[in-house]
């Protein structure tokens, strides 16, 4: 069990840290002037291109094979996963900037803690509790400085709060199924909700956004969208769905904070720019609450024991 749990914690890291890509490469793709929803569109149809493709090698029956739970669960997942979290998330950047939109993004683990209860029926500790009020916190002393929240735009805002939603709901449902023994394969689950959240963003778009901005689409952008849809998602989602069979969804929310932690490393390497102290103390803050959240309490008592025995042995 303890493996299980281990491999629950791994799982979501390796999500955060393909995640953190993608901040860097929206700021790429923003600066050609082409909207961030038609990068999700494009990360949507690329997903399921890739899985449709691995499907038709591997296992072409299986895409016809369906029960209803399959097909509530792929599509709020699509709701979730992809229109909201996705979909809200890129399009709150263009409108706050990165700082801001990571602030209110990283509302969602306190968000899906509270939850719990209610959807999943798990009982979450106090030290989960610290452990997201410390991520909030973290998250404020790291990349807080900009604007008072009087003058963030409403409609930032509002789209900050459906990634939320996104997020934090995907994270309980995907963790409910789990708990009810409907584990579905994650690959199938992508090719599915991708596909149908990228046809709900392509009707939203052509309604509200229109695509002037694919005359901005240059092959060095198409580049950074394959990027970000194969990190993004091919590979971070994967792993996301995964860790559901193993740790609450509480914790795997909590856990996704160590974005902003590889986010930082990704800046050093990549652009040579060094963290402030803020972000540092920040990045700190955040550290403390995973070790909080992910070292059981069996663990400590075990290494107290050991210490103990090791002391009495010295004496």
């Not at 690329?46 to 029960?67: A, D, G, Q």
């Not at 602030?103 to 899906?112: A, D, E, G, R, W």
């Not at 994270?171 to 009810?180: E, N, S």
């Amino acid at each position: 069990m303890e493996n299980d749990y281990g491999k629950g914690i791994v799982l979501v890291l390796i999500s955060a840290l393909f995640w953190a890509v993608m901040g860097p490469i929206a700021k790429f793709i923003v600066a050609d002037n082409v909207s961030l929803m038609t990068a999700m569109i494009f990360r949507g149809l690329f997903v399921f291109v890739v899985f449709l493709l691995w499907y038709l090698i591997k296992s072409p029956k299986e895409l016809l094979n369906y029960t209803k739970d399959e097909i509530i669960f792929y599509s709020l997942s699509a709701v979730l996963s992809v229109a909201f979290a996705g979909g809200g998330y890129f399009m709150s950047l263009e409108y706050m900037s990165v700082a801001e939109a990571m602030i209110l993004h990283y509302t969602f683990p306190m968000v899906t803690i509270f939850c719990s209860s209610f959807v999943t029926h798990e009982k979450v500790s106090y030290r989960e509790i610290t452990a997201g009020i410390l991520i909030l916190i973290g998250v404020y002393v790291g990349v807080g400085k900009g604007r008072n929240i009087s003058e963030l735009p409403i409609v930032g805002i509002l789209y900050g709060i459906i990634a939320v939603i996104g997020i934090a709901g995907q994270a309980l449902l995907g963790r409910k199924y789990t708990l009810k023994g409907e584990i579905y394969n994650p690959m199938k689950t992508l090719l599915v909700s991708h596909l149908i959240g990228a046809i709900l963003l392509i009707i939203y778009k052509t309604i509200f956004l229109g695509w002037d901005d694919l005359n901005n689409v240059t092959p060095e952008i198409l580049s950074w969208m394959t990027i970000q849809s194969t990190s993004g998602s091919v590979i971070a989602y994967s792993t996301y769905f995964l860790a559901f069979r193993y740790i609450p969804a509480a914790i795997v929310s909590l856990l996704c904070s160590g974005e902003m932690i590889f986010a930082m490393l990704f800046t050093i390497i990549l652009l040579g720019v060094y963290p402030t102290h803020n972000q540092i103390l920040g990045a700190s803050t955040i550290l403390l609450a995973i070790a909080i959240v992910t070292v059981r309490p069996e663990l400590l008592r075990l290494l107290k024991k050991r210490i103990v025995s090791i002391h009495k042995s010295s004496v």
